[in-house]
């Protein structure tokens, strides 16, 4: 049987196609240096970022947090002021921040609006038997 399949002599290489995968090389290769020297240097500005970041961060009080929220929560009540979550958010922070005297007032509206709720009964009751205490 005879191959009609032709067979392929190899080409011989020109000066000109050799030149041509000699710069396509040199130019994939360029590339590929420069995205990894990009990669590098964006990971290592990245890495140096968080680490000048942490100092800053551990700075930052708990007390300035909870006057964040507060002041965050007030504003939602502004707006809206039977928000029964804000109102929580509000007197919970205040109770952190051992301001009993603040935080009857949303725990007040609070036990209104959900007279059932016993825990808010009973946090309001602690609040003002602190306060009583004191005077």
């Known amino acids: 049987m005879e191959s009609t399949q032709k067979q392929s002599s190899p080409r011989p290489v020109n000066k000109g196609d ?3 995968q000699i710069f396509a090389f040199v130019s994939m290769a360029g590339f590929a240096g420069s995205a ?4 590098v240097s964006l990971f290592s500005s990245g890495l140096s970022s968080q680490h000048q970041q942490k100092p800053a961060t551990a700075a930052v009080s708990q007390e300035s947090l909870l006057a964040a ?3 965050g929560y007030q ?6 002021p039977q928000n ?4 929580e958010g509000l007197a919970n922070v205040r109770l952190q921040m ?3 005297v603040g935080a009857i007032e949303p725990l007040e509206k609070l036990v209104k609006l959900n007279p059932n709720r016993a825990d808010y009964k009973e946090l309001l009751g602690q609040a003002r038997q602190t306060i ?3 005077k």
């Open 18 to 20: 050799r030149i041509k």
């Open 36 to 39: 990894i020297f990009g990669m």
């Open 69 to 71: 929220q507060e002041r």
């Open 75 to 80: 504003t939602v009540l502004q707006r809206e």
């Open 84 to 87: 029964q979550t804000a109102l």
């Open 98 to 100: 051992n301001n009993k």
């Open 132 to 134: 009583e205490g004191k």
